[in-house]
Structure formats: C-alpha cells, structure tokens
C-alpha cells in the first residue's frame, strides 16, 4: 500500500491530521473521552476523527453529537429499531431520528458521556457506525425491494453486505480503507427502475446481460444460470448459455460545492462474482492514486479527468489482476422510477410489503418504538429503508393485511400521502448542520401543506430541499431543487434558495441545471406556485372551485 498522505509534499490540514493518526485509532480511546467530557477532549479529535466512527461534533448544538448507522441495503430488525428508540428516548426533546438519503438513520442529541454504553448496546444487536463519516466510504446502497420484487433481476442484500464486511472487516473496522482521498458512494441495483439513483454514485453497478462464450465461464447448454439463485426472474429474462447476467460499471458521479457530475460508463461488464473484488481495486486505485492537495478537487472524478478514462481502467484491471471484459451494449434500466409507497405483492405468495411516507424523514423514539411493533406483530420483524427517507414493512401475510392498515401509525406516516409530500426530500438543515445556510425540514413541510392547499396536481412532483451546495437532498435530481444560500434584500441578508430543474431518476436519469439564482425564502411560496402550474400541470383550487 502506498500512503499518499505521507509523501505528497503539498498536505491540506485534514492530510495533515490522518497522517499524524488514523481516524479509526479513536475507537479504542471512547471510554477516555466520555470521562474527559467534550469540552477537555482535544479539538481534532472531537471535530473530526471522531467521524471515523460515526459521532460528528456540531457546533449549532455544542455538547449534543449526532451519530451515523451503516444499514447495508437500508435493511434493519425490529430489534435493532428498538435499541435505537431507547438511544434517543434518552436525550428526551433533543432526541431524533432522521433517515437519509443513503438508506441509512443518523440520531440526534447524543452526548459524549454516554458513547461507551451506546457501543455496547449496539454491538449487542450487530449494528455499526464505523468509518461512516469523512474519507471512507459511506453506506452502501441498494434496491430497498431486494428479494421481495418478483420482476428483480438480482437480489442485492448479499453483495451488498459483502462488500461492507470487506470495507469494514466486518463492521470491526479496516485501516485498509479509512485513509481514503475524500469520501466514497457505493450503489448496486439487481432492479429495473434504478431505486439507488446509480448516477449519483462514485461506483455504482448497474443489472446488464452479456452475449456469452467461454470467456464468460457459459460453455454449454448444461451450465446454471449465472443469476442469484435467491433471486427468481421471469421467464422471458432467464439467462442462456447465449445471455449472462451481470452489471455494467458506472464511475465518477458526486455532488459538491466545487461540482457535479453523472457518473460516467467504465466500458466494464462484471458477473456478480466479480463484485466485491472490483470494489476493492477501485477502492485502492483511488487510496493510492487519488488527489489530496485540494479538498475541493479529490472525489474520484477528478482523478479519472487527470489519468483519463483508459488508463484508470488500466490502473484497475492490474489490482484486480485481469482485464474486465468490456460493457453490454445497453443495460437493464428501462423503467420510470418506484417510490415504494402504498401496499405490494411480493414475489412470495400471500406476502405483501407496505411502504409508508415519513414526512422529511425524521421520526422520534415513539415513532420507532411503533415501527417494531408493527414489524414483529405484522411482518417478519424486518424494517426496510429508502432513498426518498421512507420506511418499508416487508412479509405482511394477506390475511394479516387489512388489519395492518388500520394502525394509527399510518395515520401519521400515510400509504397515501398527498402529491408533493409522496416525493419530498430533505436534508438537515441549518437545526442541526453548520454547513447548511438555510433551515430545511420544518421549512419544506410547511411550505408544502401550503401548495396542497392551493393547488390540485395531475403527477407527482419530486421536491427536494438541501441547505448548502454540498447538495446531501440531491437537488439535481429532483423536478424542481432547492439549494440554500444566503441573498440580500432591502439591505439585509436573509435564507435564500437556488433553484434547480430537470432532475431525471429512473431510465434515462441526468442531472437538472440551476435555472434561478438567490431567491428568498419568504417569496419563495408563489414562485414555487407558478412553476407548479407552468411546468407540472397544476391548477389552482380557486379556478376549478375546488374548497380547501
């Protein structure tokens, strides 16, 4: 291993601090710092290493830590949702759970003093923060129906876990990979409606057949199917000695202040087998060679501009010790995007799953509590998360079904929730996050029970609010976007949006553009209205005489 970190002569001060230690060296210094208390601990370790194992220090709220989980594939047990109840049942008003935009739940309110008894209690139930913050790689994404979709091409939950145990030894932590050149995205999709939003990834593996021959290990009429045997497929789709399954590579993609790009096709098809070992080699391709000069130009796409396309493809296929064989001419994404809300056959007869909307993702230990309950007494205690910050509840037996939908959970947390509630996204938000320049959750709710208010929608229109130009609610792969920033007016400064338009998601998926600039929050209301009207065929109430 080459440690870039140590001989580059230009270091940045965050270079600089994990060369003098590893990030993950404060995993075994937790019981110190929750006597030394926040305040005595030192600054570097507080404000950054610390996110090496999930507890990020935020100066909005000093003394109070948000945690971040891994959930592989968003997939929890009632039992580990309960033990995060308990955790943010303790910190009272200042306890919240908040689902992401990877899948994944962060909790709010933690103090330092209680971190040692939270490790143990989620080692206890198998859960991990580790190397979920700063340069690793962050929670691994995939279909949130793996195994429950009965038109899936592939059931993701293994690899995914895979590769996470390979990044993570095992949830332990893997000093292999926490010294990366910034952070990491990982997606893999077995579905057709890309519900991981591939694009946006550094590496995202996408379902495609390969005609087949020798090279591909299909010799005869003889031979399995290369397909996940846990993962029943459609007649017309099962492979033949002529049709592999496998996943073309996409590369590159990322969101900062600095830029945004798609990612971008590798010209790599790779059968499942060959997953996790290409995740390695990208991985270390990317620790070793990667850029770290300037924080603002390390995501992996800045890389594949200085080497090229070619030669990063080189640079791979020696880690990984073969060449790759190159992409099917088109892959499996031929489908309009799934929200996943309301109730769904699974493939398993007389099972169902039921997706229901948790407005802005944020819920709190009540909330979770009930999520359990519901899980253990209707499904199969498993809980499933999304990317739209949903909650799913899979193996809901017919007969058990109609009771289920009576719950007064769901009265709350609808399987029908109104057109612009179904598809909005927020992240933080300036309650919680110093980057974020505007307040974003209760903003985005109450600006959207307004538009309901107002309007009748003939589609679904996705709205998603980000605080800052980091862009963690994805605005540019919304319909319409809204970036935070800060605009003058009348003289004085005020919480102001960019706003973004275009955002595609599921076949064909590309990035919006910024179609206008520094818009302040307390105008934003009517011009929302009109691009509603203008752009998505809504219609005001008034004018159809429709009472509100």
Not at 308 to 315: N, V
Not at 390 to 409: G, K, W
């Amino acid at each position: 291993m080459t440690d870039t970190a140590t001989t580059t002569p230009s270091l940045n001060k965050f270079e600089k601090f994990k060369a003098e230690k590893d990030g993950l060296a404060v995993k075994a210094e937790i019981e110190k710092f929750a006597s030394l208390g926040w305040e005595a601990m030192d600054e570097t370790d507080r404000d950054h290493r610390l996110k090496w194992v999930g507890v990020f220090f935020r100066p909005v709220t000093p003394g109070k830590f948000m945690m971040r989980l891994r959930m592989p594939n968003g997939i929890l047990t009632s039992h580990q949702m309960r033990v995060l109840a308990e955790v943010v049942q303790r910190y009272g008003e200042d306890g919240y759970a908040d689902i992401t935009t990877r899948q994944n739940i962060q909790l709010r309110g933690i103090r330092i003093e209680d971190l040692p008894d939270i490790f143990n209690k989620f080692e206890a139930v198998g859960l991990t923060s580790v190397q979920s913050g700063m340069d690793n790689v962050r929670n691994i994404t995939g279909d949130p129906v793996a195994g429950l979709d009965a038109d899936e091409l592939f059931d993701t939950r293994e690899l995914v876990q895979q590769i996470q145990d390979m990044i993570t030894n095992n949830g332990v932590g893997n000093s292999e990979f926490t010294n990366l050149p910034r952070k990491f995205n990982i997606a893999i999709t077995g579905g057709r409606d890309n519900s991981v939003h591939a694009e946006i990834n550094d590496l995202a593996f996408v379902p495609a057949f390969k005609e087949g021959n020798g090279e591909l290990g299909v010799v005869s009429g003889e031979e399995e199917p290369a397909i996940s045997s846990s993962s029943p497929t459609p007649y017309s789709l099962l492979p033949t000695p002529q049709r592999v399954f496998g996943f073309n590579v996409l590369v590159g993609g990322f969101f900062s202040a600095k830029r945004c790009d798609a990612a971008i096709p590798l010209n790599a098809w790779v059968p499942p087998s060959d997953v996790v070992a290409v995740c390695r080699a990208i991985l270390e391709v990317f620790r070793d060679r990667g850029l770290r000069a300037n924080r603002q130009k390390s995501r992996l796409m800045w890389l594949i501009d200085e080497l090229g396309l070619d030669k990063f493809r080189s640079k791979v296929e020696n880690r990984l010790g073969k060449s790759f064989i190159s992409a099917a001419a088109k892959d499996e994404i031929d489908w309009e995007k799934r929200d996943h809300i309301g109730v769904y056959k699974q493939k398993q007869p007389g099972l169902n799953y039921v997706g229901f909307n948790v407005p802005v993702g944020r819920f709190f230990a009540d909330d979770m509590f009930e999520i359990a309950r519901l899980a253990e007494v209707y499904g199969s205690s498993e809980i499933r998360l999304t990317v739209e910050q949903n909650v799913i509840i899979p193996n809901i037996a017919d007969t058990r079904l109609a009771t289920f939908l009576t719950e007064n959970l769901l009265e709350r947390f609808t399987i029908e929730p109104n057109t612009l509630r179904r598809s909005l996204v927020s992240c933080t938000g300036a309650q919680f996050c110093n980057f974020a320049l505007i307040e974003t959750k209760n903003r985005a709710l109450s600006m959207i029970k307004a538009l309901e208010s107002e309007l009748t929608f003939t589609q679904t229109v996705r709205i998603h609010w980000t605080g800052c130009p980091n862009s963690c609610a994805q605005p540019q792969v919304a319909d319409i976007g809204l970036m935070g920033t800060k605009v003058r007016k009348n003289g004085k400064t005020l919480e102001g949006v960019d706003i973004y338009m275009g955002g595609k998601v599921g076949a064909d998926a590309h990035l919006g553009t910024c179609v206008t600039k520094g818009i302040p929050c307390e105008d934003l209301q009517p011009v929302l209205r009109q691009l509603l009207i203008e752009n998505f065929g809504a219609h005001a109430k008034e004018e159809l005489g429709v009472r509100s």
